[in-house]
């Protein structure tokens, strides 16, 4: 397109987006938007420019500046999409299962060996217990109200004591079992070391 | 050579949609050129793509961006006819808009413009400077420039007409790439 020509269309626009035409010219003008895409164009451009200009002269340099590069909007979107990003991470995990109550929990339980290691020990103790107190080996003398203060001089015992090696509280039981991931009724039904008496 | 418009099948979504996003600003503006009202201008802009969709398959593809801007152009002609939209409205400036339509009904300004065409205001004569700010930021009309900087019209006119020629160039406007014969 000839320059001169683009020259006078963008004029002419510009002139009836400021309302700067007579009656005849805008007439003559809008039967050319009308028919020639060349003249829309040239007033879309009229607009475009105009309203940049009236920001340009509206705002002083340095706060278009700032507000158009405005890093701080950048950092806090930014900001926001890593709390959204680590929230979703966490949503996943959880839904996943690697992180839960249930295995916070499991985590913090001994292994299953270390469980039956434990309930042998306790098992076996209480049968040495209770053989030794059948050979008479086991000591039965009362330890003295001085010497009890010194735990390290004797070793207490007294019937209690007995009847508590020999029957195992319930709530131990349970303990112990509850370790073993079993239940107190398949103790008693199956073969393991709670049931060696 | 592009295909024959197809009468039967819609035009596809995704290709009005790409249009709009091609044209739909330029639209727009050239829209508020002919209503000077920033909602009236988005109101016509739906109504155009809306007849995109529903007969954009009878258009060629290469006289599309034509077809838009005469759907609008008349569309825009009749909400003026019927809403009295006249020679008064014509008087109001069309880059400052009233206020009522959204954010989402302006026109985008693009930060680069803006600084390449406030540096283009710097490189301006005083003179020529002057008559911009008064017409355009002022929004007072060529007489009334005139009248007060005791310049005749004429001369109000040249000053104004020499100083977009220089701030189109450095909007980044290409004369010859623009406008495409319909």
Known sequence: MNREFQNELDWTAFCYAAGELTPAETERFEARLAD?????????????????????????????????????????????????????????????????????????????????????????????????????????????????????????????????????????????????????????????????? | MSAPPDSDTPLDPSLVAALYVEHGEELRRFLLGILRDAQLAADVLQATFAKMVQRGHETRQE?????????????????????????????????????????????????????AVREALDALPPDQRQVVRMRIYDEKTFATIAKELKIPLGTALGRMRSALIKLRARFGVDPDSAGSAE
């Open chain 1, 36 to 197: 020639e895409q060349p003249a829309r164009e040239a007033l879309a451009r009229a607009i475009e420019l105009t309203q940049v200009v009236a920001v340009a002269e509206s705002q002083p340099c340095g706060a278009v500046t700032v507000a158009a590069k405005s890093p701080t909007r950048w950092v806090a979107r930014l900001s926001w999409m890593a709390i959204g990003g680590l929230a979703a991470l966490i949503v996943a995990m959880v839904w996943s299962g690697a992180i839960s109550p249930k295995a916070a929990i499991m985590a913090a339980r001994p292994d299953a060996e270390q469980q039956r290691s434990l309930a042998a020990a306790w098992s076996e103790a209480r049968q040495e217990i209770a053989s030794a107190r059948e050979d008479g080996s086991w000591p039965t003398v009362a330890a003295s109200p001085s010497e009890l203060d010194d735990e390290t001089s004797a070793v207490r015992t007294s019937p209690s004591d007995d009847l508590a090696l020999e029957e195992t509280p319930n709530w131990m039981t349970t303990a112990v079992l509850g370790l073993a991931g079993m239940s107190p009724d398949e103790s008693e039904t199956s073969e393991g070391p709670f049931n060696n008496e």
């Open chain 2, 63 to 115: 006289t599309r961006k034509a077809w838009l801007f005469r759907v609008a152009y008349h569309e825009a002609m009749a909400i003026r006819r019927r809403e009295g939209v006249g020679d008064k409205v014509l008087r109001r400036v069309a880059w400052h808009t009233n206020g009522t339509a959204g954010p989402a009904d302006e026109p985008v300004i693009r930060f680069e413009a803006v600084t």
